[in-house]
């Protein structure tokens, strides 16, 4: 519980560092300089508590997680915050939980509850509502929309990748290099990341050091040791309270606040997680 509270706080508060950030950084470059802090942290760790390499059994899940959460998360939900404000992207990528079971259910053999396609159902539904409040404002905002679901997609697929690696590496193994993976992935943004570096900022560049160290190498280690030790599903829905906490945050430090219809979709998002996890 301990674990998976540290990695919600901190999560939640990743949303507005990127929203901060992004002012100054692009989405490839935000995700590059996030991983390379994360990486030489996680390893640094490793190697101070001479864990060594996974098992060979371990590397399949965590390359698929490494590319896909690591990697493919980060960009897409830096850019997706570039549209959208820090509130409405917790709330899209909220829907990972849904997705985490129903994957869950089928690739980790966790079972299909009668209540997970229900939730479904409200949860997309919700995110329609979302894209609907946002049409307004044009092509960038749907763009934005979109972007948040591929996140909470290549989020949940992470995540599922991750577990069966769990059985043979551990919490840290799996986090640092999973972290290394994403960050190889994301070499070729590495010129945008030094002209960014160059211009931003004191405190957009402390951000990308926070977004590294503490909800990318904290974060996710807290997140494995917590996932090792119970199923997919039931981790996926320790995340509900991630987006209120990011509205809270965005409001406070950011002066942001989803409008209603937004946050009425937002809601019918977590709904639809609620319905799906329940009993």
């Not at 929309?145 to 599922?160: D, T, W």
Request: proline share 5%; net charge positive.
């Amino acid at each position: 519980m301990a674990a998976a509270s540290t990695t919600v706080l901190l999560w939640a508060s990743a949303f507005v560092a990127i929203r901060s950030a992004g002012a100054h950084f692009g989405p490839g470059a935000l995700a590059l300089g996030r991983l390379l802090v994360g990486a030489v942290a996680l390893l640094a760790l490793l190697t101070y508590r001479r864990e060594g390499l996974p098992p060979r059994a371990a590397w399949p899940g965590i390359a698929a997680s490494g590319v896909l959460w690591f990697g493919l998360y980060m960009v897409a939900l830096n850019w997706g915050e570039k549209q959208v404000d820090a509130g409405t992207a917790a709330m899209l990528v909220g829907i990972g939980p849904v997705l985490i079971a129903l994957l869950g259910g089928w690739l980790l053999k966790e079972g299909f509850p009668p209540k997970l396609l229900a939730g479904m159902a409200v949860s997309l539904g919700g995110a329609v509502v979302v894209g609907f409040s946002m049409s307004s404002g044009g092509g960038s905002s749907v763009l934005g929309i979109l972007l948040c679901l591929l996140a909470a997609a290549v989020y949940a697929g992470g995540v599922v990748s991750q577990k069966p690696a769990l059985r043979h590496a551990t919490p840290l193994q799996a986090t640092t290099f999973g972290c290394l993976i994403g960050a190889v992935a994301c070499l070729p943004f590495t010129p945008q990341l030094v002209s960014d570096l160059a211009d931003a900022p004191l405190s957009a560049t402390l951000n990308v050091v926070y977004l590294g160290l503490f909800p990318t190498a904290l974060a996710f280690t807290t997140w494995a040791y917590a996932l090792s030790r119970t199923t997919a599903g039931r981790m996926g829905a320790t995340t509900y309270s991630v987006p209120a906490l990011v509205v809270l945050m965005a409001w406070t430090l950011l002066g942001e606040a989803p409008g209603v219809l937004t946050l009425a979709g937002g809601v019918l998002c977590l709904a639809g997680v609620a319905v799906s996890r329940r009993g």
